[in-house]
């Protein structure tokens, strides 16, 4: 497709459960970002891979938070034993720049997270 | 690290009128300055940026100012219409070397027709 692609949309999750969010970039962008969104609140940055390569990992609230890009195409944030506080909408961006080049990010539609 | 406030949280103007939202960032070395449209859940979508080297940008009825000294910036809509009832973000980006985008906390416009 023509746009960032993420999967599933929706999940639902027991406490204690490990979920997978993934991440379809637009083809060529070398940029690829992960945001984490509470509701009605702004994009809270997670992390930022150039290619395959994890440049900043500062925002990932612990260490039950990991995300790789392996191929630097398809990324996938994995959350393991999911807490309540972890129900948010996880985006991903992406941009055709790299690092100081910048430009405009092109958002997914999100995965909404909902840990029971 | 960068912190941009936003505010208002909540804009109720008039079909027709204009509204402005304000935005300020804490980190002098930001130099890119986008905003983001989002509609209920949909993504967000930039509909206008501002670079650290410009004071305003134009775009139909859409404009954003920046002031670097007093480090803040500003959406302008004018002749607004139903379809701008969104909630929009500014954001910042320090830049060279530092990609990631510092979001603020939104601000909910609402159209009354």
């Known amino acids: 497709g023509a746009g960032v692609s993420q999967s599933p949309r929706y999940k639902v999750a027991k406490r204690g459960q490990d979920v997978a969010l993934r991440c379809d970039p637009i083809?060529?962008?070398?940029?690829l970002f992960w945001y984490q969104q509470a509701l009605g609140q702004g994009p809270e940055f997670l992390t930022y891979?150039?290619?395959?390569?994890?440049?900043?990992k500062s925002g990932l609230p612990s260490d039950r938070f990991f995300a790789e890009r392996p191929e630097g195409s398809v990324s996938t944030l994995k959350i393991q034993r999911t807490q309540q506080e972890d129900s948010a909408v996880y985006l991903c961006?992406?941009?055709?720049?790299?690092?100081?080049?910048?430009?405009?990010?092109?958002f997914g539609e999100g995965s909404r997270l909902t840990v029971l | 690290g960068e912190n941009v406030e936003q505010h208002p949280s909540t804009l109720s103007v008039q079909e027709g009128d204009s509204a402005v939202i304000k935005c300020t960032y804490s980190?002098?070395?930001?130099?890119?300055f986008p905003w983001y449209k989002q509609e209920l859940g949909k993504r967000p979508q930039l509909i206008i940026d501002i670079r650290s080297n410009v004071g305003e940008k134009k775009d139909q009825r859409i404009a954003v100012t920046l002031n670097k000294t007093a480090k803040h910036f500003s959406l302008h809509i004018t002749e607004t219409q139903p379809e701008d009832s969104a909630v929009y973000f500014c954001?910042?980006?320090?830049?060279?070397?530092?990609?990631?985008?510092?979001f603020g906390t939104g601000t909910r416009l609402t159209i009354i027709p």
């Open positions: 891979f150039q290619n395959e390569a994890q440049l900043d």
């Open positions: 980190d002098s070395a930001s130099n890119y």
């Open positions: 961006a992406s941009s055709l720049g790299s690092a100081g080049v910048g430009g405009e990010l092109f």
């Open positions: 954001a910042a980006r320090a830049g060279f070397g530092n990609e990631k985008l510092t």
């Open positions: 083809s060529g962008h070398v940029s």
